[in-house]
């Protein structure tokens, strides 16, 4: 619940009871409003890096004959419809990594709420100040490159790439990961139709939770969107690409924005660490299957060459 002090024009979001202090010249934004004034021009900054990175790879990748746009949407669907039909699949072997995953967020949601009590009483910790530029309220939105607003448009600009240079990776890579961000939204889509949690912000009690699901974003605390969507795209290009020594770069960008939403109250942390076991799992199924339809259009002589290719690779001359 959000509620307005009329005399100092300040917010108060759920169950917090902290003082309403003056503004100095302005209004306070209510703490779950997107930071407005510098989104649009990040992301058009973001962009613009993406096409001066594809522009200065001489070779993507080792290319191959790209399919029609509507056959890319088709792969997309199927990529997107065997994501979501997975548990109708499960084989034996794979109970293990699930009971595994299930016990691993169980125990971390045993410490939930101390977790979230240390981070909330000590705001000046090396680790809690070094989140600073992945937290809300930072000048730049970077925690937001976790969210379909960031996402999509710079998986349709890899994607516009690719197909103006005729490189596969950069089509790939912009198709993989816009899949990864729709089949986590899918998934979480009926996770908030089944089951609310409270979000950290909103009650310092960890199980707080309701049945069924709840459309109130205060109550849409599990799991994390943001990081299962950044740790798709992630896992997608770890496991279809070969990135070399950056390669584990998206995965600390994931963790680091999955941490920096633990401090902002706005996920617990058992939250984080099943929307990231739910992102790699999804990156790396439709890697798989990216991999698998790579093997089937090359040739005959080089279709055993499934493994992961290079997305960037420069050269220079002197």
Same mark, same amino acid.
């Given at each position: 619940?959000?509620?307005?002090?009329?005399?100092?024009?300040?917010?108060?979001?759920?169950?917090?009871?902290?003082?309403?202090?003056?503004?100095?010249?302005?209004?306070?934004?209510?703490?779950?409003?997107?930071?407005?004034?510098?989104?649009?021009?990040?992301?058009?900054?973001?962009?613009?890096?993406?096409?001066?990175? &594809?522009?200065?790879?001489?070779?993507?990748?080792?290319?191959?004959?790209?399919?029609?746009?509507?056959?890319?949407?088709?792969?997309?669907?199927?990529?997107?419809?065997?994501?979501?039909?997975?548990?109708?699949?499960?084989?034996?072997?794979?109970?293990?990594?699930?009971?595994?995953?299930?016990?691993?967020?169980?125990?971390?949601?045993?410490?939930?709420?101390?977790?979230?009590?240390?981070?909330?009483?000590?705001?000046?910790?090396?680790?809690?100040?070094?989140?600073?530029?992945?937290?809300?309220?930072?000048?730049?939105?970077?925690?937001?490159?976790?969210?379909?607003?960031?996402?999509?448009?710079?998986?349709?600009? #890899?994607?516009?790439?690719?197909?103006?240079?005729?490189?596969?990776?950069?089509?790939?890579?912009?198709?993989?990961?816009?899949?990864?961000?729709?089949?986590?939204?899918?998934?979480?889509?009926?996770? %908030?139709?089944?089951?609310?949690?409270?979000?950290?912000?909103?009650?310092?009690?960890? %199980?707080?939770?309701?049945?069924?699901?709840?459309?109130?974003?205060?109550?849409?605390?599990?799991?994390?969107?943001?990081?299962?969507?950044?740790? #798709?795209?992630?896992?997608?290009?770890?496991?279809?690409?070969?990135?070399?020594?950056?390669?584990?770069?998206?995965?600390?960008?994931?963790?680091?924005?999955?941490?920096?939403?633990?401090?902002?109250?706005?996920?617990? &942390?058992?939250?984080?660490?099943?929307?990231?076991?739910?992102?790699?799992?999804?990156?790396?199924?439709? &890697?798989?299957?990216?991999?698998?339809?790579?093997?089937?259009?090359?040739?005959? &002589?080089?279709?055993?060459?499934?493994?992961?290719?290079?997305?960037?690779?420069?050269?220079?001359?002197?």
């Amino acid at each position: 619940m959000v509620a307005h002090d009329a005399q100092w024009g300040c917010w108060h979001c759920g169950n917090l009871k902290s003082p309403c202090r003056r503004p100095s010249k302005r209004l306070a934004l209510p703490d779950s409003m997107p930071h407005l004034r510098h989104r649009w021009r990040h992301l058009a900054l973001s962009l613009l890096s993406v096409a001066l990175l &594809a522009t200065s790879s001489r070779h993507a990748a080792a290319q191959r004959p790209l399919v029609s746009e509507r056959q890319d949407i088709r792969n997309v669907g199927g990529d997107l419809w065997s994501v979501w039909a997975s548990p109708a699949r499960v084989h034996p072997s794979d109970l293990t990594p699930m009971v595994g995953a299930a016990t691993l967020v169980t125990i971390i949601a045993l410490r939930d709420s101390t977790l979230w009590q240390w981070m909330s009483d000590h705001p000046h910790a090396l680790v809690i100040r070094l989140l600073g530029p992945i937290r809300e309220g930072w000048r730049l939105p970077a925690y937001e490159l976790g969210s379909g607003q960031f996402i999509l448009p710079l998986s349709g600009v #890899a994607y516009a790439v690719g197909r103006m240079t005729h490189s596969s990776a950069w089509r790939d890579a912009g198709l993989g990961c816009a899949a990864g961000h729709l089949s986590s939204l899918g998934v979480r889509a009926i996770v %908030f139709r089944v089951v609310a949690r409270a979000r950290p912000r909103v009650t310092p009690q960890p %199980f707080q939770f309701a049945f069924p699901g709840s459309k109130d974003w205060s109550w849409q605390s599990f799991l994390s969107g943001h990081v299962s969507n950044s740790m #798709a795209c992630a896992s997608y290009l770890g496991h279809r690409f070969s990135l070399g020594a950056i390669e584990p770069l998206p995965y600390l960008y994931s963790a680091a924005i999955g941490l920096g939403r633990m401090a902002d109250g706005r996920h617990w &942390a058992s939250d984080t660490m099943a929307g990231a076991i739910l992102g790699f799992a999804i990156g790396k199924a439709i &890697a798989d299957r990216q991999l698998a339809r790579v093997a089937r259009e090359r040739s005959p &002589a080089s279709a055993g060459g499934s493994a992961p290719v290079r997305l960037l690779e420069w050269s220079f001359s002197f």
